[in-house]
């Protein structure tokens, strides 16, 4: 008989097996081919719903106990409404998925991380892990139940719908809503995708024109004729291809995109600096398209920042543009005792996805700063709010911190003041008022 690769949870039968073949010393595999689950399967379930066994076993021991926010797993529940937090319910304790503690045992490592089947359990005082299926089907119930609860739209307080429809009204994302939720809410947390829909059916006080992404597009007609991609201006020897695997896939600290953005012919531009690490986005006016004003910029950057200028650009990838073409304006530092200030690695010709990270981010720039906009109109100040707003935007690579928050954490504060940058709660933020429309 083959495997059984169906999505059915599994039954009561099956999780009292698990506990009887644990207990027999058997491993994952063995109990999938005797159950005709899959080993991925039962190793999921022991890890999840494992529970901690022994008189040590409290609140105070929980490593989660500082950030526990767990509600409705008691089973004798009064008011199906409200209910005071699990922490101070005893009964609750006992199927608690959140509860962890450290136990200090090199047997579980032998025993897949589990007590069952250890000939110390019961010599053992220490607090233990064991796969018990009654308590597991518990876990199981509670957690069906709680889901079906606040799946509901209907359940769910009018503050946090309206938090929600804020939030969505000023161009976050439905993923980045979810994931940044305070903490009175997150027990209300739900998949993106359930958000979606839930707008999509107008449960909401905003609807589909409120998102980013969901709006119509012309779908234009692709060029099938392969350009040819060729070394640019690497009159300095270097380009793309000298750098590490890691420079390349990764774009470590020191790694730096440059690029610019126009406006209108004749008029302003921008010059911008992506620092991938932190999907950080600085961005520069410039006057006209010339070598000389990118120099300009630079030798700013490098009398502001001091040293931290060398941490944060010690290589940078531009394009071909004529802006670029002279490698020395880039690389020749302000100080006369340093050869270098950086150096430059030129991408292929028409190959804009040697550098995504500032190709991407420039589509979010595009939301506030419409194409054909006179950027000679952008003010000094609008400019500010503009990088701030994009610079305090959650990132989900980032495990939804912002750019700033990572550049914070890794080069402290201080360097925040430098470059004019400041934080902005998520629950301020809007990335929808200072759109500036072509006009």
Known sequence: MGRNYSNKNLSDLELANIELYLNQKKGYTEIGKLLNRTEATIRLEVKKYSSYFGQARSCRNCLNKENCHQKYLC???FDNIKCSQCKYCTKALQICPEYKVTIECDLLK??????????????CKKVKIKYHAETAIKMHNAIQKRSQ?????????????????DRIKNGISPDVVMNTLPDKYKIYKSAASSLYSWIDKGLFNCCNLDL??????VRYGSNTEKRNTVKGHQLNGRSIENLTEEERNIRPLGIAEFDTVEGIKGGDLLFTIMIPCFSLMLAYKIPNKTQEEIGKVLDNLEDILDCYFYVLFRKVIPDNGQEFTDFT??????????????????????????????????????????????????TSDNLI??????????????DYKTPLQALEEELGDYILDLLNLYHIPISELNMKDMIINNR
């Open 75 to 77: 089973e004798n529940i």
């Open 110 to 123: 032998k025993n897949h991380h589990v007590c069952n089947g250890c000939d110390l359990y019961f010599k």
């Open 149 to 165: 609860k606040f799946t509901k739209v209907e359940s769910f307080p009018q503050d946090f719908k309206d938090y929600i429809s």
């Open 212 to 217: 980013r992404k969901k709006v119509g597009r």
């Open 329 to 378: 304006i880039l690389e020749t530092s302000i100080h006369k005792d340093l050869n270098k200030r950086l150096d430059v690695h030129y991408t292929h010709t028409y190959s804009s996805y040697e550098k995504p990270h500032i190709e991407n981010n420039h589509i979010l720039l595009r939301w506030l700063i419409s194409k054909g906009y006179d950027i000679t109109n952008l």
């Open 385 to 398: 709010d503009i990088i701030n707003r994009l610079n305090n935007y959650p990132r989900k690579k980032l």
